[in-house]
């Protein structure tokens, strides 16, 4: 196994079990390890050999599939609703309710190689970047000409990612050891696409319940991946 990540997914599960041992809300937990992470690949990039290409105002990744599981939307909501207008709220759910309607005419398939705005983007910057998704937060580039020909050509995925290996070794293991450690609490770990999840997590007060008893957490939201990874 690569060491930068198997270093990151045993420190992370520890930190991220000893979160849930003290009984911290979800959201709480999420938000800690978003800043373990960030000190993390902050620490690999200081010695990375490459740097990234990566700019505030380029946005060609935030129109590819945006993956989340329900901790991460959780978060995003209470950030939402504590940080941002009403309006603002609305106008997310309006982009999010175009993109599920088209997603729902797409197969599988289609839908990996079709470009989405995704509905936090606006003028080119994310709206809620502080509590981004680790999707996002672990996808970045060394050379962004390769950004704008997987945009152009969505439906070619044999591009290939600009990565620097090692941070996205570190980036990866980080996230497996935090999902790890909730996974062994036995809540819900399903991926689900983020629009059609964000819909149905705004107009239900009982997802909490069910994304705590690993049940399905958002019953209308398209599910990307079911299968167990740990
Ligand atoms: S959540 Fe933010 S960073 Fe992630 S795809 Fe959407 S706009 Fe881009």
Aim: proline share 4%.
């Amino acid at each position: 196994m690569n060491p930068f990540y198997e270093r990151a997914a045993f420190r992370e599960y520890k930190l991220a079990s000893q979160d849930l041992s003290r009984s911290l809300e979800i959201e709480t937990c999420a938000s800690n390890s978003y800043q373990r992470h960030a000190e993390l690949t902050a620490d690999v990039l200081n010695t990375a050999s490459r740097k990234i290409d990566c700019k505030a105002g380029c946005s060609y990744c935030c129109h590819f599939k945006v993956e989340v599981r329900a901790y991460e939307l959780f978060l995003i909501m209470r950030y939402l609703k504590k940080a941002l207008p009403q309006q603002a709220m609305s106008r997310f759910l309006k982009s999010a309710a175009t993109n599920a309607e088209r997603i729902r005419q797409l197969s599988r398939e289609q839908h990996f190689g079709t470009n989405l705005e995704c509905p936090f983007l606006q003028e080119n910057h994310c709206r809620i970047y502080p509590v981004r998704p680790y999707a996002c937060r672990n996808f970045h580039a060394t050379n962004h000409y390769n950004c704008i020909v997987a945009y152009e050509n969505p439906s070619d995925l044999s591009i290939p990612d600009t990565f620097i290996p090692e941070l996205h070794a570190a980036g990866q293991g980080h996230k497996f050891g935090f999902e790890k450690a909730l996974a062994t609490k036995g809540y819900d770990m399903r991926i689900y696409d983020m629009s059609t999840a964000l819909i149905d997590l705004a107009g239900d007060g009982d997802a909490r319940k069910r994304y705590l008893k690993g049940k399905r957490t958002f019953p209308h939201a398209i599910i990307i991946e079911t299968k167990e990874i740990f």
